[in-house]
Structures are given as structure tokens and as C-alpha cells.
């Protein structure tokens, strides 16, 4: 079918994004998708304030579209009736939310009335060499050759696997979403996170006063028999009465779409003829809600032409923060161990107590902060601080001399013998990267009440925070597991630091994949809330 200067495969968002981005830069484009379709699928609907900048430039502008709506930030509900942070966005630019299929849509027509770009619908790719690949189209085979050839295929990727490159996936969970109709958040334009459940909730608008629920189920709690009922009994009694209902509802009915949370650290970019991008190069848990926005940065600067080294390099840099603070911020959120709800209590502390925090975590979120410097330096700061508030109770003082118990989770069982051995041993980075930071007031002063305040479901009683049945917490193991948490970190950044003096990219690859095994195999079997 001729020779292109840039064939890509995938024309999800970030491939057909990929497609703009090179024919606007005067590149002859090949775009391949298999199955168009698959843009139905629960995925990215999240954009932080770049991602929407860049498709302004391309001449999508997104925010003009019906289904759109304006994302100011987020807002964090921690576990019980505590006050709620908000987390908004620095003044100018706003992110946006939108389904994912009108996302797709849109930038899709946008590919067709690029007359440098040729779309290639239902081609199913067979094979892919250096600058030269074959595809099935309608019962017919066919080849093509470009210059690079791009892939941006998603986390099954036909050109990941033609360099031979590591193709497993980890699953850490599963996310359940839910489309609710004629209903609004209590804080417009903000995405909600509510903590307490079994795992993370997020909900955010869509537009036409649509809400979509996102309910993190980690994998120990999917049985199939008892799904549907763990999402009406832990997770819709901590929603804002006004969604409740309608959740339980739509629960009842199945109207639910489910999609696995995995990770795989990027450690390869592929080569310079196969380059990857997006969720092709790698993959982390979507609570940050980062994806697109990575991979539209993986895009334009692959497009911007340059050295490809200069490219893996720059897009290293990049991306490394922000995916050690989505590493970081699940583990703190969803981790229901004594240590990381330790970790979890200072990071609200912090939050509340300082704007500097909150906004760094904000640009952080937003990938408009991208230093892997000053994210390691708060999390240092932040285990310090943990480690502090939590040796009196190791000494007997506090509300433990009064006989008090906190509300932690369970002792740090497993945390010393996977995830600190792998990094000790001289391979990962650390267990729990990356923690953020966020705001404690609306926009106009007043303090903000929890969704759950305004009518606090009859059943009265505040739900408890998921702790191990049976389970006692000792303040002295807590200390103990900050202490190595710390010690890890420190020898995860001598590592690193180490590695990439040598250059050696083989070694780099290593240390970040011991760190997604230490990660995964350090979360805990969190419990259904129950009353206390």
C-alpha cells in the first residue's frame, strides 16, 4: 500500500492524537485500528490541564463539546466524617472530563479531515518489522512500510510484542464503572475521591448532569457470587445521599462496566524504527488519571522530531514522577495497614496545614510538575513525620496511655519480607513511592462537608475504617515498618542514581520492574467496613 514517513498502530486516543500531531508537522501518516469499537471500553475520561492545551493546539477543542465538562481538581473525603480537602488546580488552566468514546470520536474526525493521514479501518496487524508491517483486512492480507512505525496499541501491543519485550501485565485490582443520569457532585467540576471502602472511590461529572462512579475492588474481594452485593453494602453507603440511590439502582440492574487496574512499568520505549507510546510503553493504577496526559506528551514529543535517545531520555524524566506518585498515592489510599494509614493520617495533616504542599501535589497530579527530586523529598519529609507522630504511641503516650486504640488497619505483615527484601536486595526501588499533597477549604472560605453529612443515611452511625478481623495494632510495628519504609527509599534513589550514572538502561529496567513486583506484592486483603 506504499511507504509512509510514520505508520501507527492503535487509533484509540493517543494514537489517533500521535496521528495529528506528525501530519501537523508536515509527515505522510499511516493510522491502523482493528477494532473501532473498542473505544466503548471504560478507560481514560480524565484530562489534566496539558492534555487539554495539546488538543486545543491540535484543533480538537474538547471543552466546546456538549458532553464535556470543566475539571477543576479534586476534592478527598477521608475515611469517617472527617472535613474534606479539596485539591484544586492552580489559577488558568482548568483540566476537563468527557466520555471516552466521544474523546475518541472527536479526534478521530479530526484524523479524517487530515488529507496528510490515512486511515485504515478494521486492519488487523499480523506482523511488524524493522519499518515494514502486514495487516488483514476483509479476508485480505496487505504490507505497508514507513519510516517508524509507532506503537500506540494499548497494553496488548502487536509492536511491543515484535521486539520481544516482557508483555505480562500485573493486575492490582478491578474498577467498577457506573454511569449515573439526572444526577450532580456536591462540588461541581471536581473530581471526588472517597476513602474508606475496600478500595479508592472516584467520581466525577460528565456533562448533562451525568456523574460516573469508579469503585477500585481489589482483586481478593472479586468473587463473582458476591460482587454486585460488596458494591451495594461497602461501597453505596459512603456516596452523598443524592447518588445513592441511583448507584444501588443501577447495581441491582448490572448496568455496570468493569476493567482491570494493572501495572507495567515503562522500562522500554522500544527502538528507534518501533518506538511505543502510551499505554504501550507502560501502565499504572488510573486513580491519578494520568494516562492521557502521558501519552499526548509521549506523542508530541515523538512528533517534534530529534534524536531518539534525546526522546526516550526527555520522556524518562517526564513521566518517572508521576508514575511513582499514581505507584504511591494507590498504595496510601487503599493500603489498610498500620504503617501506610499512619502515612495516610500525615498526609491529611499535611495537607490541611500547608498550601505550599497542596499545590506542589497539584502540579504534581497534573504532570505540570515532573521532578523525580522534589517527589522523593516529600515523601521523605512525610515518612519522617510519621515516623514521629508515631513513637510516642510506641512509648506509651497519647491516646494509647489513655487506653484508646487508633483506627489502623493491621499490623505490617508482609511488607518486610516481599517488598523491602526485593529493593534490599539491590534491585528495586521502594515499596511505597510517592505521596502527594492537597488544599482544606472551598473556594469561597467555608469549610467543606463531607457528601455523607448532608443526611447521613438512617443508618446514623458513622462506618468504620476496613480493618483485619482479629488484628491488634501494635504502635511499636508501625515505627518500625516507617523506619524501613524510609530506609528503602533511600536505598531505591542510591540505586537509581547509580544506574543511570552507568547508563545502562538494561539495569534501569530492572530496578523499576523489582519495584511494580515490591509494590504489588506488599498490598494487603482489605475488609468490608463494618459498624463498630
Known amino acids: 500500500m506504499g511507504h509512509y514517513d510514520v505508520a501507527i498502530v492503535g487509533a484509540g486516543p493517543v494514537g489517533s492524537f500521535c496521528a495529528l500531531a506528525h501530519a501537523q508537522r508536515g509527515a505522510r501518516v499511516a493510522l491502523l485500528e482493528a477494532n473501532l469499537k473498542a473505544s466503548r471500553r471504560l478507560a481514560g475520561e480524565w484530562l489534566h490541564p496539558p492534555a487539554v492545551d ?113 508483555t505480562r501485565r500485573m493486575t492490582c485490582s478491578r474498577m467498577v464503572g457506573v454511569l449515573l443520569k439526572g444526577v450532580s457532585l456536591p462540588f461541581a467540576g471536581y473530581g471526588h475521591v472517597i476513602l474508606g471502602a475496600p478500595g479508592p472511590i472516584l467520581m466525577y461529572d460528565l456533562g448533562g448532569r451525568s456523574v460516573r462512579v469508579m469503585a477500585d475492588v481489589p482483586v481478593e474481594r472479586w468473587e463473582p457470587q458476591n460482587r454486585m452485593a460488596l458494591l451495594e453494602q461497602c461501597y453505596a453507603p459512603l456516596l452523598p445521599l443524592a447518588l445513592r440511590e441511583a448507584f444501588v439502582e443501577a447495581v441491582r440492574e448490572r448496568r455496570v462496566v468493569v476493567a482491570a487496574n494493572e501495572i507495567r512499568p515503562r522500562t522500554s520505549y522500544g527502538t528507534a524504527d518501533r518506538v511505543l507510546i502510551g499505554d504501550a510503553a507502560g501502565n499504572y493504577h488510573p486513580m491519578t488519571a494520568v494516562g492521557l496526559t502521558l501519552g499526548f506528551g509521549d506523542a508530541l514529543a515523538l512528533a517534534e522530531g530529534g534524536d531518539f535517545e534525546a526522546f526516550v531520555a526527555g520522556r524518562t524524566r517526564a513521566t518517572r514522577a508521576p508514575e511513582l506518585l499514581a505507584l504511591g498515592l494507590y498504595e496510601v489510599f487503599a493500603d489498610h495497614r498500620a504503617e501506610s494509614v499512619s502515612l495516610r493520617q500525615t498526609v491529611y495533616r499535611r495537607w490541611r496545614a500547608s498550601p505550599a504542599v497542596r499545590t506542589r501535589t497539584v502540579a504534581m497530579l497534573a504532570c505540570e510538575d515532573t521532578s523525580a527530586g522534589r517527589l522523593g ?49 539491590a534491585r528495586a526501588e521502594g515499596s511505597s513511592l510517592a505521596l502527594p499533597q492537597a488544599e482544606g477549604s472551598s473556594s469561597e472560605g467555608k469549610p467543606l462537608a463531607h457528601p455523607r453529612a448532608e443526611g447521613s443515611s438512617g443508618e446514623g452511625k458513622p462506618l468504620a475504617h476496613p480493618r483485619a478481623e482479629g488484628s491488634s495494632h501494635r504502635p511499636s510495628a508501625t515505627v518500625r515498618a516507617l523506619v524501613l519504609r524510609l530506609a528503602w527509599l533511600a536505598r531505591g534513589i542510591s540505586l537509581l542514581r547509580n544506574v543511570r550514572k552507568t547508563k545502562d538502561r538494561n539495569g534501569e529496567a530492572l530496578v523499576l520492574a523489582a519495584l511494580a513486583r515490591a509494590f504489588l506484592r506488599s498490598m494487603p486483603v482489605p475488609r468490608c467496613p463494618r459498624d463498630p
Open 54 to 166: 495539546a488538543l486545543r493546539n491540535a484543533g480538537v477543542p474538547l471543552q466546546d463539546h456538549p458532553g464535556s465538562s470543566v475539571g477543576k481538581g479534586f476534592v478527598v473525603f477521608p475515611e469517617g466524617e472527617e472535613r474534606p480537602i479539596s485539591l484544586p488546580y492552580r489559577a488558568g488552566p482548568f483540566g476537563l472530563t468527557c466520555d471516552h468514546a466521544t474523546i475518541v470520536s472527536e479526534l478521530r474526525g479530526a484524523v479524517v479531515n487530515e488529507p496528510a493521514i490515512d486511515f485504515i479501518c478494521s486492519a488487523r496487524v499480523r506482523t511488524v518489522e524493522a519499518r515494514e508491517l502486514t495487516f488483514s483486512q476483509q479476508g485480505a492480507t496487505h504490507a505497508l512500510s514507513a519510516g517508524r512505525i509507532i506503537g500506540a496499541d494499548g497494553r496488548a501491543s502487536v509492536v511491543r510484542q515484535s521486539l520481544g519485550l516482557p
Open 377 to 425: 523529598v516529600t515523601l521523605a519529609g512525610l515518612v519522617a513525620r510519621a515516623v514521629a507522630s508515631a513513637i510516642p504511641r510506641a512509648l506509651g503516650r497519647g491516646t494509647f496511655s489513655e487506653g484508646k486504640p487508633l483506627p489502623l488497619a493491621r499490623p505490617c505483615g508482609r511488607v518486610g519480607s516481599s517488598a523491602g527484601a526485593e529493593l534490599l536486595s
